[in-house]
């Protein structure tokens, strides 16, 4: 079945120690976004590809980084995780951004928890 | 800014019908969508609005009036394993989604 796929699922870390997040996806879609949600709280966007092109959110910190090596691939880089980067980090992906066929589909999450 | 509100919590009973409401103020629209999503999971699509109307699909359905920027998720025939919280997001003139914090539904038998 085509899928968005997120390792892993359950990641400690530990204040300071840089940790990577991963998610693949076997629908060969154009884009794909990373989305930080904490508690009760709606998903925020941090940034997202379009293809290679990188959009980077105004308000996302310096210190989330991405990388999307090819069409399947996108990795979160968090180069020094604070407390308050404690969350659950969602891959999506979509066909397009600008129409009826852009549907964002979801992983199941990288829940991250900071020590 | 561009907001989405919808209701924090609501409570219904198992075998009934419920509605969770969604108004929005967005710089421009290109769609709405429902979300499900259970507590500690990502959210899962339910569906999609661009015209206004009713979109049924199964025990679920959507309503859109663009004109009041308002929408609606109707649940029918509540069952326990509906209790989740459904996000309500809108694409803006730019195609970037804003979502709402969700209302987290509570089924009781």
């Known amino acids: 079945d085509a899928m968005v796929i997120q390792n892993p699922r359950y990641q400690v870390t530990q204040f300071g120690k840089p940790v990577t997040l991963s998610c693949s996806q076997t629908?060969?879609?154009?884009?794909m976004y990373w989305y930080q949600q904490k508690s009760s709280q709606a998903p925020k966007l941090l940034f997202h590809?379009?293809?290679?092109?990188?959009?980077n959110e105004a308000d996302t910190p310096d210190n989330f980084q991405s990388r999307r090596p090819n069409t399947s691939f996108c990795f979160l880089d968090i180069r020094s995780p604070g407390l308050g980067d404690a969350a659950m980090y969602l891959c999506?992906?979509?066909?397009?951004?600008?129409?009826?066929?852009?549907?964002?589909?979801f992983g199941p999450g990288t829940r991250l928890t900071v020590l | 800014g561009q907001n989405i509100d919808q209701p924090t919590e609501m409570t219904a009973t198992e075998g009934a019908i419920v509605q969770i409401n969604c108004t929005y103020q967005?710089?421009?629209?290109?769609?709405l969508f429902w979300y499900q999503q259970h507590a500690g999971e990502a959210p899962t699509f339910l569906s999609y609005?661009?015209l206004d109307g009713l979109e049924e699909k199964g025990r679920f359905s959507s309503f859109l009036s663009r004109s009041k920027g308002y929408s609606y998720l109707l649940l029918k025939e509540l069952q326990m394993k509906d209790s989740a919280s459904y996000l309500c997001?809108?694409?803006?003139?730019?195609?970037?989604?804003?979502w709402g914090a969700g209302t987290k539904l509570i089924i009781k038998p």
């Open positions: 999506a992906t979509s066909r397009d951004q600008d129409g009826s066929t852009d549907t964002q589909y």
């Open positions: 629908l060969n879609h154009n884009v």
């Open positions: 590809y379009y293809d290679k092109d990188f959009n």
């Open positions: 967005t710089s421009g629209f290109n769609g």
């Open positions: 609005n661009v």
């Open positions: 997001a809108v694409y803006d003139s730019n195609y970037q989604l804003i």
